[in-house]
């Protein structure tokens, strides 16, 4: 269940005020991050799939956030989608610099999701074929898919995290789609 789907406007309010007040006093920024550690951590270790270093970007992230709360923009969304935004990023350059191997945990159900989506009839050996190419993908068509089909994302919190329309995540996620289509079509001959 995404984090953003259930803020009323009074919570979002009560939010920006503590964000307001740890600006000039980072004491106040512990509610938010006892909100928020847990979502940013999973969201991480997803793609990580390492505990310590998990850990340690989350870390990271909430230093970051902390230290750049002054630039942060209320816009009516929770805080959490500035986080996300700010864990993207950062595992993003975690994975440039350290030229880690990037983890990618989706069950069965997920790329049975991913099957009907493309409207390709399910067939168990398919599975591994499937998995090589979401491996293949670029790693912007990669946390869209992830976020879509494993997270269960709506478009609208996935444009959020990566600073792109929900029009533009709609049509990169169709291209990605259809990717993935054409090649599982060609395996099918």
């Known amino acids: 269940m995404n ?3 259930f803020i009323k406007s009074e919570d979002l309010e009560q939010e920006y005020a503590i964000i ?3 600006i000039s006093n980072p004491e106040y920024f512990g509610p938010l991050y006892e909100k928020y550690y847990k979502s940013i951590f999973r969201f991480l270790y ?3 799939n390492s505990k310590d270093q998990a850990h340690d970007l989350t870390a990271d992230v909430f230093i970051k956030a902390l230290t750049n709360l002054k630039q942060y923009e209320y816009r009516g969304k929770p805080f959490i989608s500035w986080l996300y935004r700010i864990a993207y990023n950062e595992l993003m350059q975690f994975f440039r610099q350290k030229k880690a191997q990037r983890i990618i ?3 069965i159900q997920d790329l049975r999701f991913i099957q ?6 399910y067939f168990e050996e398919f599975i591994p074929h499937i998995q090589h190419l979401i491996t293949a993908l670029h ?4 946390s869209l898919l992830e976020m879509r089909y494993f997270e269960r994302r709506p478009y609208k919190e996935i444009a959020e995290i990566l600073e792109i329309t929900e029009v533009n995540a709609k049509v990169k996620m169709h291209r990605i789609i259809e990717k993935l289509k054409l090649q599982l079509h060609q395996k099918k001959k």
């Open 20 to 22: 307001q007040a740890s």
């Open 3 to 5: 984090a953003s789907a």
């Open 139 to 142: 790693a912007e068509e990669l």
């Open 46 to 48: 997803q793609r990580l």
């Open 105 to 107: 945990n989706a069950d």
């Open 116 to 121: 009907e989506e493309a409207e390709i009839v």
